[in-house]
């Protein structure tokens, strides 16, 4: 439900940019964003090759096949990370783009630091050595669904198979069949993984959806969290039925309306300096364009 003082706002600054949206938003990643974020841009919106997307990758993946260097930006470590990992495959699968060398090798690491049963964390100790933001702790360390489930169903959607895949896979179904995550963030890596298993009970999902923390089912509520755009990101995505038409076009228009005076949409977390604040700006920018325009209501002009 939305309410009427955020109806109010929404329509006054929708109806103060208008067209100007995505023109703002690309000249915030012209101006304020990380090559990687450039290529990409030029990319989705502008018909450029998406190996200038790979090439750009190449400079965050280390000698052990890992990805680091601050590729997710809340942490300023030049360490492989799995999250790094993670982020490197979204922006191969938002480009289209492909490697498969590079995501062997990413995996190769991955299978290194798994536990025997094939799970993965989010971060690592070594993060500790360098800037990062208050809520990378021990818990980062514990793995879990989150992330192991959400690479595996990206690499499923990248076509790459590999022993550590299918390892994490087997231990991903077999945390599933006994029961949800209770947090949304992990809630969102597992329905990566489950939109490539069969017979998914939309049902089941869409049910326990409201009991999740960290979920933002409401258009107009402030707080941080994961809204139902994060899990139907495109009209297509096998999860649009878990939600009616009203709930998604409410936060449409939220995002619309959260965009900022410099074109770029803003986070709601503290990174661990300006220029990471910055990065990740650009990070959600670019996905708030993909998001718009999959729903047919950015105006490329």
């Known amino acids: 439900m939305v309410s009427d003082s955020f109806k109010t706002r929404r329509l006054s600054i929708g109806q103060g940019r208008g067209m100007d ?15 990687v974020e450039r290529r990409l841009f030029a990319t989705l919106f502008e018909g450029a090759d998406p190996a200038g997307v790979v090439d750009t990758l190449r400079g965050y993946q280390n000698p052990d096949g890992g990805f680091g260097h601050g590729l997710e930006p809340d942490k300023r470590c030049p360490d492989s990370i799995p999250l790094d990992v993670e982020t490197a495959f979204d922006v ?3 480009a289209g783009a492909r490697d498969d060398e590079m995501v062997r090798r990413a995996c190769d690491w991955l299978q290194s630091i798994a536990t025997p049963e094939g ?23 514990q793995p ?3 992330p192991t489930a959400g690479l595996v169903g990206r690499l499923i959607e990248l076509g790459i198979d590999h022993p550590w895949r299918d390892q994490a ?11 949800f995550p209770e947090d949304a963030h992990a809630m969102h890596e597992s329905m990566i993984f489950l939109e490539h298993q069969p017979d998914v009970e939309l049902a089941k999902v869409k ?3 409201p009991k999740l923390a ?24 096998v999860w649009r039925p878990l939600f009616d038409d009203q709930q998604i076009e409410g936060h449409l228009d939220r995002l619309i309306a959260d965009q900022q005076e410099d074109g770029g949409w803003a986070i709601t977390w503290e990174p661990p300096g300006a220029a990471a604040t910055l990065e990740y700006r650009g990070i959600v920018t670019v996905g708030a364009l993909r998001t718009l325009k999959a729903y047919d209501r950015l105006p490329l002009s």
Do not use: M
Request: proline content about 7%; aromatic content about 14%; glycine content about 10%.
């Open 21 to 35: 949206i995505f023109k703002a938003g690309r000249e915030f990643v012209r101006r304020e964003g990380r090559l």
């Open 92 to 94: 191969l699968l938002a």
């Open 119 to 141: 799970a993965v964390s989010l971060g690592l100790p070594v993060v500790e050595q360098y800037p990062r933001a208050e809520h990378w702790g021990e818990w980062t360390y």
């Open 144 to 146: 879990g669904l989150n």
């Open 169 to 179: 896979a087997a231990w991903c179904a077999g945390e599933l069949e006994n029961g």
């Open 207 to 209: 049910e326990w959806l």
């Open 214 to 237: 960290y979920y933002r089912a409401a258009a107009d509520d402030p707080s941080y969290g994961v809204t139902p755009l994060h899990f139907a990101p495109t009209p297509d995505s």
